[in-house]
């Protein structure tokens, strides 16, 4: 296991369908350390199938945090898993001198990594009444309010996705000040180390596996999981690509072949997307998952560098 100090998170991330999973067991028995979850949909109980998330066999293997804490309607946030982390890092590092994180929630990772801009909560009340308007005018009525409230957010936002607009427009009726006000993205210190490990395939490759593991979720009962949770499909943790496509099946919108291609079709997209944004950090080093000795040297020398120590397998 490693020794020396300052204690040290290494985070393994990547696009979904990459192989983290396997490859975050096998570092995590290598350096005696616990895995945290980095996914935000792994957060809550009977989405197992849908989200990949770690199997017992697999949470028997290695002890894992922040996976099936949350009930499908408990609200959530980034800045409340950074809250939570922070502190099960504190507790974990008195024992553990190596933690791991995987995950490829971008925000989540961003929160702990690199500390989110202190956002005001919203108080239900105005998020209940914002979501009662998008459901009744739409995300064209919200976004002229946007454009109005904060003009230097809304030419920057994903004006697509009506999760980040209506957070905007929250904070903007609840403070009284522009959104964008309390975006700063200064990167806060933390008292530990951070070792970042990005997992990237071929594309061709990684789409492979993707359309793999969708139809490998469907042999495992992804419908029979979808249809138990169809009742709650209003949730925000079922605004999930898996699920949603298969709701749409239940509605009788489209026959399930078609709901089946649209969930490889969005996954691969979801996967573009992640490797768009964590491209952007420059501290994260890339590698196959296959090529562990070279990851592991990686480690090897950043753990040295930053605390002069070596890192040994057990």
């Known amino acids: 296991m490693p020794l020396g100090a300052p204690p040290c998170l290494l985070v393994l991330l990547g696009p979904t369908g990459t192989g983290k999973t396997e490859l975050s067991l096998q570092l995590a028995e290598t350096f005696g350390a616990p895995i945290i979850s980095a996914d935000s949909r792994q957060l809550y109980r009977d989405l197992s199938i849908g989200t990949a998330a770690p199997s017992p066999e697999q949470q028997a293997r290695v002890r894992h945090y922040m996976v099936g804490t949350l009930a499908p309607e408990d609200y959530y946030s980034a800045s409340r898993f950074e809250e ?143 249809r138990r949770l169809y009742p709650f499909r209003h949730l925000n943790a079922l605004n999930t690509v898996g699920y949603k496509e298969l709701f749409h099946y239940f509605d009788g919108e489209w026959p399930l072949d078609m709901a089946v291609e649209k969930i490889k079709r969005n996954t691969r997209v979801y996967a573009r997307k992640q490797m768009t944004w964590f491209r952007r950090d420059k501290s994260i080093g890339w590698f196959h998952p296959d090529d562990r000795a070279a990851i592991l040297t990686h480690i090897e020398n950043a753990v040295s560098k930053d605390a002069g120590c070596k890192v040994q397998e057990v």
Request: hydrophobic residues 40%.
């Open 84 to 226: 939570e982390v922070l502190a099960l890092l504190e507790k974990l590092f008195a024992t553990h001198p190596v933690v791991l994180m995987a995950g490829g929630s971008m925000m989540y990772i961003d929160a702990i990594c690199k500390g989110l801009d202190e956002i005001p909560t919203v108080t239900p009340d105005i998020r209940k009444a914002l979501w009662v308007q998008y459901e009744q005018e739409g995300l064209a009525f919200l976004l002229e309010e946007l454009k109005t409230a904060d003009p230097v957010h809304y030419q920057k936002i994903d004006r697509r996705n009506h999760k980040r607009v209506i957070h905007a427009l929250e904070i903007c009726r609840m403070t009284g000040r522009p959104y964008s006000s309390f975006c700063t993205r200064a990167v806060r210190e933390r008292p530990f180390q951070i070792i970042q490990i990005g997992l990237a395939r071929p594309r061709e490759e990684l789409y492979e596996r993707i359309n793999r593991r969708v139809d490998r979720m469907m042999a495992d009962g992804l419908l029979d999981e979808a």
